[in-house]
């Protein structure tokens, strides 16, 4: 259905005012909601919810790209963004949640604190917040002002959800989150859309030679990628025939694409910008490459890994547990070329390694990390958390 694009009118309707619908109404609040890990994965949940949920949707810098993968006959609405600044944004949420009166307020990571701050202080509905990572500026070391304020303000919280067990370390001791509101909900991957398929049409379509070796990465070019790492260890490959594929886009883009003609590989490196499906970059690919300083479960490196494919990843999140592997040639330290450069070489060097290590990522996402049994876990606590009827969360 066509998204519905709300006026600046907030203030329609009281708190508590019943909804409109059966369909329990919730009111998700991005700091943006352009194409991402957080943003992906709930539009997978809106795709696949069916009409149980009614889906509005808070962009709070005004950015809805995301919205065009929202599938046909899903019931969603835009609304305008909020003011920029806590103080402004605090004063202006609670006119939002009069309008929209929701049954369930879901809070994106650090970006839409406000909000959440705002859901503390006036309770419209029950509120969970969900936590997936951090930027370029806590790849290192977190913030001590974030740390104290998520102590206070999700207590008020239903629940916090994470899809990693670094994550959920983190909510427990730094945030002092009660274990009972620590919500584990693993991300999912459609096995059958990311599978393993014959990579000639797509290689042809990024313009790649048939026979050469391609290592790949998809995400957005941020500071916190590290793709620069990643450019730097592929510079240093010996296969002249060997490429190099990236996929999205972001502001890093342009120097990226400058450190790539300063080390002599930019001919080699293929920057294919973002694709609104991206099963076909991963068919093109015969190694997936992710060379980010910070992580927590990276929906890509699903995404690789139900395709079949063999994954060189650094130390980050939960990279090590999603792939079963520990050490090098699967698992580097971050910010090291040298180290993931190895790693890439004794992949590339070895058909038989990428074909039985492809094999075992495939195994590990048809068991373990099937968006099938992703969407069950949030279902069962959307349900819950608006006060429906709703079985317990799976604990793998």
């Given at each position: 259905m066509e998204p519905v694009v709300l006026p600046h009118n907030y203030g329609l309707r009281p708190f508590g005012a019943e909804p409109l619908m059966s369909a329990l109404k919730i009111l998700h609040v991005f700091s943006t909601f352009a194409p991402g890990?957080?943003?992906?994965?709930?539009?997978e949940l809106m795709n696949h919810l069916g009409n149980d949920f009614e889906h509005w949707i808070c962009s709070m810098d005004g950015v809805t790209t995301a919205a065009a993968r929202i599938a046909s006959g899903v019931s969603y609405h835009l609304l305008p963004p909020l003011p920029r600044g806590t103080l402004p944004?605090?004063?202006?949420?609670?006119?939002?949640?009069?309008?929209?009166?929701?049954?369930?307020?879901?809070?994106y990571n650090w970006g839409a604190m406000d909000v959440a701050m705002a859901a503390a202080l006036h309770r419209p509905c029950p509120f969970l917040h969900t936590e997936d990572g951090f930027g370029a500026d806590e790849a290192q070391r977190l913030?001590?002002?974030r740390v104290l304020t998520r102590r206070i303000v999700l207590k008020a919280a239903y629940g916090v959800a994470?899809?990693?067990r670094t994550l959920e370390r983190i909510a427990l001791e730094r945030y002092r989150v009660p274990p009972r509101k620590v919500l584990y909900l693993p991300n999912g991957v459609d096995v059958s859309t990311f599978a393993p398929r014959s990579n000639a049409a797509?290689?042809?379509?990024?313009?790649?030679p048939p026979h050469s070796l391609v290592v790949g990465s998809v995400g957005h070019l941020r500071a916190e990628k590290d793709f620069g790492n990643l450019i730097r260890a592929f510079a240093r490959l010996p296969h002249e025939n060997a490429r190099l594929l990236l996929v999205g886009d972001g502001p890093c883009r342009d120097d990226l694409a400058a450190l790539a003609r300063q080390l002599g590989c930019a001919e080699r490196v293929c920057f294919a910008g973002l694709l609104r499906e991206p099963a076909l970059a991963y068919d093109a690919m015969d190694i997936f490459a992710l060379s980010s300083a910070t992580e927590q479960m990276p929906v890509a490196l699903l995404e690789a890994m139900s395709s079949?494919?063999?994954?060189?990843?650094?130390?980050?999140?939960?990279?090590?547990?999603?792939?079963?592997?520990?050490?090098?040639?699967f698992i580097?330290?971050?910010?090291?070329?040298?180290?993931?450069?190895?790693?890439?070489?004794t992949l590339l060097a070895d058909a038989g390694l990428r074909r039985t290590t492809g094999?075992?990522?495939?195994?590990?996402?048809?068991?373990?990390?099937?968006?099938?049994?992703?969407i069950e876990d949030y279902r069962q606590t959307y349900l819950r958390a608006g006060g429906r009827t709703g079985e317990r969360v799976s604990e793998a």
């Open positions: 890990g957080a943003q992906v994965r709930t539009l944004a605090i004063q202006m949420a609670p006119a939002m949640f009069r309008q929209v009166a929701p049954d369930l307020l879901v809070t913030k001590l002002r994470v899809p990693s797509a290689r042809e379509a990024f313009q790649l079949g494919l063999p994954a060189v990843c650094t130390n980050v999140g939960d990279c090590a547990e999603m792939l079963d592997r520990s050490e090098p040639p580097v330290p971050p910010a090291q070329p040298g180290h993931l450069a190895a790693a890439l070489e094999e075992h990522n495939r195994d590990r996402c048809l068991h373990r990390f099937s968006k099938d049994l992703m």
